[in-house]
């Protein structure tokens, strides 16, 4: 029987109540790259949850399509955007079973979607990448394996978590701007708190 991410996830969001569960602020990688976001650019934030990255990313005046399984999250991301009042295109679609547009967006932008199993990963990997357009970037915040010894955050199973060297290989045919693997304390409402060990990848498409 496959794992129901909908239920699992919808369940996490509701339990949460009011509050959001990952902070209403963007995540701190995807705002150390607001250079290369601007006006007009079209975008796609990936299993965005409960809308903290769409919306900042709206802020930045872009066109932003999210994607979420969750219909609880969708609703609180919803929410969030009309109190800041920006305008995202919500979706609910399960990403490990979604027809991915073809060279749609300027960027996409996947933080923290480590749900996928190592069977499922290129799948998602594939879509994201076909999704974006010739000359655009594809953005990435992750954990490595390093995280099981912080348990601040992410999956508990090593095998779903990224490091250099597979990233390395699954984007060998774009040219990678940038691709580090750090340590941080992060603060990410309460799910996301304390040392993390991180991976970030800016990647731009040929």
């Given at each position: 029987m496959s794992f129901d991410h909908e239920a699992f996830w919808s369940a996490r969001y509701r339990d949460a109540g009011d509050d959001y569960l990952f902070g209403t602020a963007p995540n701190?990688?995807?705002?150390?790259q607001a250079a290369y976001f601007g006006?007009?650019?079209?975008?796609?934030?990936?299993a965005d949850g409960e809308g903290r990255n769409a919306v900042w990313l709206a802020e930045q005046g872009c066109q932003v399509t999210a994607t979420e399984i969750s219909p609880v999250a969708l609703?609180?991301?919803a929410k969030l955007a009309r109190g800041r009042k920006v305008d995202v295109d919500f979706v609910q679609a399960d990403i490990l079973n979604w027809?991915?547009?073809?060279?749609?967006?300027d960027a996409v932008v996947g933080i923290f979607i480590q749900f996928a199993t190592p069977a499922e990963r290129p799948r998602q990997l594939a879509g994201m990448k076909q999704a974006v357009k010739?000359?655009?970037?594809?953005?990435?915040?992750?954990?490595?394996?390093?995280?099981?010894?912080?348990?601040?955050?992410?999956?508990?199973?090593?095998?779903?978590?990224y490091t250099a060297d597979l990233l390395r290989e699954i984007f060998a045919d774009?040219?990678?701007?940038?691709l580090r693997e750090h340590e941080d304390v992060i603060e990410e409402g309460s799910a996301h708190i304390g040392r993390s060990a991180l991976i970030d990848l800016v990647a731009r498409k040929p």
């Open positions: 701190s990688f995807l705002a150390s006006a007009g650019m079209s975008v796609l934030s990936v609703e609180k991301a027809d991915w547009p073809q060279a749609a967006y010739s000359g655009g970037l594809l953005f990435l915040q992750g954990y490595t394996p390093k995280q099981l010894e912080y348990r601040t955050g992410g999956p508990s199973a090593v095998e779903n978590l774009w040219e990678i701007v940038l």
